[in-house]
């Protein structure tokens, strides 16, 4: 059987049961459980793979929350969560989902701190650079600074609580009665055999749709060909089954993209640098856009170069600097990163036309200086010139995950088109609409974890209490 169908018949049996069950064992299923765990809820959560990994595990892992105690701690007293929503309306140029935007924005700090004061979890804020669009100091991480280190944290407080992971468990097929309420989950094991759960709530936690090619095509067709660095498994189920119920969706054309993965190794070169001055040129050596703008937006950017392809271009300096990021750390170990003791030596390194990388370098010095505006609207005013030796990393874009998808209430229920709310379901993450806007250039950093835990957590505080209902 096909994932995402729905049956109006009642379930022929049922072999388990949970007061809460929960479809993935990312950031956002975790989230969910933690709650409803913490209240008193039997919860059960469902995951498809062999082990949990999925798309938190690829993520950097960094976590944007205003008005925390971690940011106190760090100095920066002066965030509120309208700062935040003001920050991501402005990315999208006002064409956010504003009352989810309102939302994840008021949310996602006291879910940050609760997962600290009750679960464990350790946060430190990222204050050595801002990333583009972000107004003040906002970024949180575990101090691994990464997505899988955040995902084994969490997995290891679900572990403490005693809430049970069944791994090796794919959903597919939903019960639902004539009053939209789910009865249960049908669920196929590698074997083929086949499992029915019975819940008092379901909560949709399994992503979007970025790992499902006709999906994208239809509704993200100028990342389609680009390369997809996401969970295999996020193939719209949520969004199947939603649309199947006649739930209201909305924004299906945004995405998050990643204009900096290295190519082909697979590694994700953190946008950070080019906050610190780094630049992009293409396989003629010349730059294509302004660098300082969004990582997402710029994955299109560079699929249309020729090849599909770019070289990430700086100096020691940045090199130094990015070696505090564990992937950067791996890039290097794998080769991805190629060091020049000067700019002629770079360009024989990268196969880069000398001579227009050379005109390339020149035009940088000159915008910096003053001397001329740069082509492209960039600000080099700030940023020291760049100094020998140098550095190059191969990069193409990427699609990494979805952002529309079934739109939710406040307390994370999904909801008709008429905004009534199903009486049991509920949906965070890359299931739910997020905050992005309808474009990849409305993508703030770190908006799909900021959904994740925060619409997450609202699910897991609903879900208990409409399965007692």
């Given at each position: 059987?096909?994932?995402?169908?729905v049956s109006?018949?009642?379930?022929p049996r049922?072999?388990?049961?949970?007061?809460?069950v929960v479809?993935?064992?990312?950031?956002?299923?975790l989230?969910?459980a933690?709650?409803a765990g913490?209240?008193?809820?039997?919860?059960?959560?469902?995951?498809r793979?062999?082990?949990?990994?999925g798309s938190?595990?690829?993520?950097?892992g960094?976590?944007p929350?205003?008005?925390?105690?971690?940011?106190?701690?760090a100095?920066?007293?002066?965030d509120?969560?309208?700062?935040?929503?003001?920050d991501?309306?402005?990315?999208?140029?006002?064409?956010?989902?504003?009352?989810?935007?309102?939302?994840?924005?008021?949310?996602?700090?006291?879910?940050?701190?609760?997962?600290?004061?009750?679960h464990?979890?350790e946060?430190?804020?990222?204050?050595d650079?801002?990333?583009?669009g972000?107004s003040r100091?906002?970024m949180?991480?575990?101090p691994?600074?990464?997505?899988?280190?955040l995902?084994a944290?969490?997995?290891?407080?679900?572990?403490?609580a005693?809430?049970?992971?069944?791994?090796d468990?794919?959903?597919?097929?939903l019960f639902?009665d004539?009053?939209?309420r789910?009865?249960g989950v049908?669920?196929?094991?590698?074997?083929?055999?086949?499992?029915?759960?019975?819940c008092?709530?379901?909560?949709?936690?399994c992503?979007?749709?970025?790992?499902?090619?006709?999906l994208v095509?239809?509704?993200i067709?100028?990342i389609?060909?680009?390369?997809?660095y996401?969970?295999a498994?996020?193939?719209g189920?949520?969004l199947?089954?939603?649309?199947?119920?006649?739930a209201?969706?909305?924004?299906?054309?945004?995405?998050?993209?990643?204009?900096s993965?290295?190519?082909?190794?697979g590694?994700?070169?953190s946008?950070?640098?080019?906050?610190?001055?780094?630049i992009q040129?293409?396989?003629e050596?010349?730059?294509?856009s302004?660098e300082?703008?969004?990582?997402?937006?710029q994955?299109?950017?560079?699929?249309?170069?020729?090849?599909?392809?770019?070289?990430?271009?700086?100096?020691q300096?940045?090199?130094?600097?990015a070696l505090?990021?564990?992937?950067?750390r791996?890039?290097?170990?794998?080769g991805?990163v190629?060091?020049a003791?000067d700019?002629s030596?770079?360009?024989?390194a990268?196969h880069?036309p000398e001579a227009v990388l050379?005109?390339?370098?020149?035009?940088?010095e000159a915008s910096?200086?003053?001397?001329?505006k740069d082509?492209f609207?960039?600000?080099?005013?700030?940023?020291?010139?760049?100094e020998?030796?140098?550095?190059?990393?191969?990069?193409t874009?990427?699609l990494?995950?979805?952002q529309g998808?079934?739109?939710i209430?406040?307390n994370?229920?999904v909801?008709?088109?008429?905004g009534?709310?199903f009486?049991?379901?509920f949906?965070?993450?890359?299931?739910?609409?997020?905050?992005s806007?309808?474009?990849?250039?409305?993508?703030?950093?770190?908006n799909?974890l900021?959904?994740?835990?925060?619409?997450?957590?609202l699910?897991?505080?609903?879900a208990?209490?409409?399965s007692?209902?």
């Open positions: 059987m096909q994932a995402g169908a109006r018949e009642p379930p049922i072999d388990a049961s949970a007061d809460v479809i993935g064992a990312g950031a956002c299923g989230a969910a933690l709650k913490d209240a008193g809820a039997d919860v059960l959560v469902l995951e793979d062999g082990s949990a990994s938190t595990s690829m993520s950097s960094f976590v929350a205003p008005a925390t105690r971690f940011q106190w701690t100095g920066i007293e002066d509120t969560p309208d700062r935040f929503l003001a991501i309306m402005a990315k999208s140029h006002g064409s956010s989902h504003a009352r989810l935007a309102a939302l994840a924005a008021r949310t996602i700090g006291p879910a940050l701190e609760w997962l600290a004061d009750r464990g979890l946060w430190i804020v990222l204050d650079f801002l990333y583009p972000h100091h906002r949180h991480a575990v691994e600074k990464t997505g899988a280190a995902l944290r969490m997995q290891a407080a679900t572990e403490r005693g809430i049970p992971v069944v791994c468990a794919r959903a597919v097929r639902v004539d009053l939209d789910v009865r049908e669920l196929l094991r590698p074997d083929g055999a086949a499992e029915i759960v019975g008092g709530a379901l909560v949709l936690a992503n979007g749709y970025g790992g499902s090619r006709e095509a239809r509704h067709p100028e389609a060909g680009g390369l997809y996401g969970h498994g996020n193939t189920d949520a199947t089954w939603g649309e199947a119920l006649g209201d969706v909305a924004h299906l054309s945004a995405y998050q993209g990643h204009g993965l290295a190519h082909p190794h590694i994700l070169i946008w950070a640098l080019m906050t610190k001055g780094a040129v293409n396989t050596g010349r730059r294509f302004d300082s703008g969004g990582y997402s937006e994955a299109v950017c560079v699929v249309s170069q020729p090849g599909g392809v770019a070289w990430n271009v700086y100096d300096r940045i090199h130094d600097f505090a990021f564990p992937d950067y791996d890039a290097v170990a794998a991805a190629i060091r003791a700019l030596e770079l360009a024989r990268t880069l050379q005109e390339t370098f020149i035009e940088l910096r200086s003053g001397r001329r082509a609207g960039r600000d080099f005013s700030s940023l020291p010139p760049f020998a030796p140098f550095c190059g990393v191969r990069v874009g990427a990494f995950h979805t998808g079934l739109v209430d406040d994370a229920r909801v008709r088109p008429d009534a709310p009486p049991n379901l949906a965070g993450g890359g299931a739910a609409c997020g905050v806007g309808p474009n990849v250039s409305g993508y703030l950093s770190g799909g900021l959904t994740a835990l925060a619409f997450g957590f699910a897991g505080e609903g208990l209490d409409r007692l209902n």
